[in-house]
């Protein structure tokens, strides 16, 4: 059942790939974008480069932290999180993650990794009326094409945690502009993936 379930979730993302190609061979050849996918890695998967679709390591670190210390946190990678954008599955079930993993794993045989952080940026929900980067980059005055600063991309990345709601809220708010702090601080220390 789980591999039928497997086939045809691959086949709804190949459709959905194919259809999005053009658009992000257009985000591959914007060479300002590149530090807003260092960000990304930053952000949200570090070890990006090292793995095959998931993190072991996270999800051990994830495991632990939820049995010893009551702790929820997030193990997807970047992959991951491309998945439940395309599949629309977010249920948080066992066998949903299990899919997930696997269908991750699958995405380098459509796509470079390059490819699968801007095509997850490109469809991305950034907050309330901001799906998607140029939805997200429009509310800052900005387009595609334009030179982003350090802190419009980490403010961007850090909407992924903490997505931006339709209302004000200052709790929110204040979740952003730590998370984006966080985010810069990272990326000053480490080296740049592009």
């Given amino acids: 059942m789980l591999t039928k379930e497997i086939k045809k979730d691959f086949y709804t993302i190949k459709q959905k790939v194919k259809i999005e190609r ?26 990006f480069h090292n793995h095959k679709g998931f993190d072991i390591i996270s999800i051990i670190r994830a495991i632990r932290n939820r049995l010893f210390y009551a702790k929820k946190e997030g193990a997807s990678t970047i992959e991951q999180q491309l998945v439940r954008v395309l599949t629309n599955q977010y249920e948080r079930t066992f066998k949903r993650k299990l899919k997930e993993i696997i269908l991750a794993t699958k995405l380098k045989e459509l796509m470079s990794k390059k490819e699968i952080a801007l095509l997850y940026l490109k469809l991305a929900y950034f907050g309330t009326e901001k799906q998607g980067l140029e939805k997200t980059l429009h509310s800052f ?17 850090a909407r992924l945690k903490y997505p931006e709601p339709k209302l004000y809220s200052l709790t929110k708010d204040e979740q952003i502009k730590k998370r984006t702090q966080y985010i810069l601080k990272a990326y000053y220390k480490n080296d740049k993936y592009y």
């Fill in 141 to 157: 005055n900005l387009k595609l094409d334009d030179n982003l600063s350090d802190e419009i991309c980490a403010t961007i990345v």
């Fill in 22 to 47: 053009e658009e992000i061979n257009k985000f591959v050849k914007l060479n300002n974008l590149n530090k807003l996918v260092d960000f990304l890695i930053i952000g949200e998967d570090r070890r």
